[in-house]
């Protein structure tokens, strides 16, 4: 039995494995499949200030290697979530730190979003600030391809909540050392990535779009080599927290990740093709350890 | 006692039924146990790495005493292709059992079911454990694309056919079959799985004559459990435009008709 607990910021996990914003609903969506204090911590999906319908459908497409997705940020809006005994007051009552994606339109709603959970704390381990959604028209990506706004987004939150802050930053840059750089001196504690890479998908029969936005985010296996250099450079680049993701599926891949330098291993869209892989991820991590003789999996952090 | 539970099923049989159908007989008991009519399994597809996720399959029948769980599959792609090459002693992963199902018909009214292709495995149950034989109409494009005729005859339904091209029972649309049901019985319940069109084509009957039906509706997924937000349908909401988006997995698949929003 190693150690998996690790630190994130003054948040402490039981163990790495961290369920990525959007693939895990809010927790109550699976909590008969696996049991919740068991993670190391929960990433709801994204909130925003008003209800959101999301996009127009299909909103997914499986593609070699996983699928595309354009959900478009549904959700009930930050009302619902702190009222609705399905969001908040059910993660309140699970023994899980739970990160809390956020997002808005406008840098304004970002700060309001915070401002609302800085006023409903309990419960709540960190916010993550979604500056990387490709699958929105306003917020997401926009914030997160420009120095300038993503340090505003940033800052903006800042002012509004105590909580520590992860911000998730989109691989759709060139340097992605400077844009974790710039959470991190507008006053982000943590960072997060990848989120989805922009991708596309047509129908050669139908000639048709496979996703109704036209363009969606690639999640999946596929996407784990691009993730990895990410958080490698942006571990070159910052010294706090990061919580590494993309294409994660087994406990090798969670490893390599905490080697190129995650604190943390987020996983999403293998949760969808098997619930029970974050339970085995969690236990094959701890058999590596123990077969390599590595007592605490904080010393793999960022060996490369 | 969970609602949902993940499991390993040992493949029992897995045969062609007719055409592209086949049926596949699952070692599934807890599963089973649980089901109810119009619910669905997520299977995992076996060995198709590429393929990453699940594909969703209506409950057709359980066997509580052999811990048997089956479902019909149509082959349309690659994982229901997959699918059709194993063999027994293979193993799928299930999650299940998923979604809302029916309302099980209720003893004052007669049922009616009105089913197109897989439909009729969706709805099997649901004229299994009805507490008085429903009438079943069957359609499809030609006489082998009618499923499970000689099972409902077994559970005493009255059984009615429309082809397309008249190789079988009435040659023409299942909904002009459903008319005549529904001109001949006062107040019935009716049940509903089938292509888009054939649904939409229920609602607007079943509206005509002043009752609701119960629609399974059919949408490609990915989570099965209301997480991710892929399987939307527009629902009738109190919104400035007058639907919302409501989870096909969680909050159907089964909708009453008088609720779908058709574009
Ligand atoms: C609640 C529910 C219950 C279902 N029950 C059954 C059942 O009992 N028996 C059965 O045969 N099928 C059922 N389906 C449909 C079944 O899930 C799909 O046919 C299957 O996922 C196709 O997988 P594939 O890999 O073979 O096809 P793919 O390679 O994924 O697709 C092949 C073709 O089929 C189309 N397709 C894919 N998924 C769907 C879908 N969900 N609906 C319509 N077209 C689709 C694709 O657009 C493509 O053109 C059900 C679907 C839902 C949502
Ligand atoms: C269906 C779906 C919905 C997602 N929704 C969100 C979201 O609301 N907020 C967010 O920050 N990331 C969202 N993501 C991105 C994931 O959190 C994650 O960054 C990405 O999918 C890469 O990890 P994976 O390959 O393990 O899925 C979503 C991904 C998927 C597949
Ligand atoms: S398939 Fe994920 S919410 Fe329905």
Redesign the interface.
Known sequence: MADLRVDLAGVTLRNPIVTAS????YGK??S??IPLERLGAITV?GVSPFPS??NP????A?V????L?A?GL?NPGIDAFISHPDYLPFLRSVDCPVFVNIWGRTVEQYAEVASRLEQERKGIAALEINISCPNIKEGGIAFGTDLGQAAKVVSAVRAATSLPLITKLSPNVTRIGDFARCAVDAGSDMISLINTIPGMAIDIETRTFRIANRTGGLS??GIKPVAVRMVYEARQAVKVPIIGMGGVRTAEDAIEFMMAGANAVGVG????????CLLDIIDGMDAWLDRHGIADVSSIIGVM | M?????VSAPILHNQRLQKDYYQLDLSAASIAKLAKPGQFVHV?LPEL??????RPFSIFNVDLDSGCLSIIYKIVGEGTEHLSKLAPGDVL?L?GPLGNGYTLFPKNRKGIIVAGGYGSAATYLLAKNAPAPPVVLIGGRSKDDILLQDDFKRLGCELKIATNDGSAGHHGMVTELLTQAIAKTSNPAVAACGPNAMLKAVSEIVEKNGIDAELSLD??M?????????C??KRKADTPNGW??SRTC?DGPVFKASEIWWD
């Open positions: 959007g693939t895990f609903g969506e699976y008969s499949l999906k319908a999301g459908t299909p909103r997914t499986e070699y290697g996983g699928m997705n959900i549904q999946g296996p869209t293998a949760i969808f093709s098997n619930p029970h | 969970p609602d949902k539970i993940q995992q790495q590429h393929r990453i996720l699940r992963d999650l949408h490609a990915c989570c099965g459990v209301g997480a991710c937000f892929a939307v349908v919302a988006y969680i």
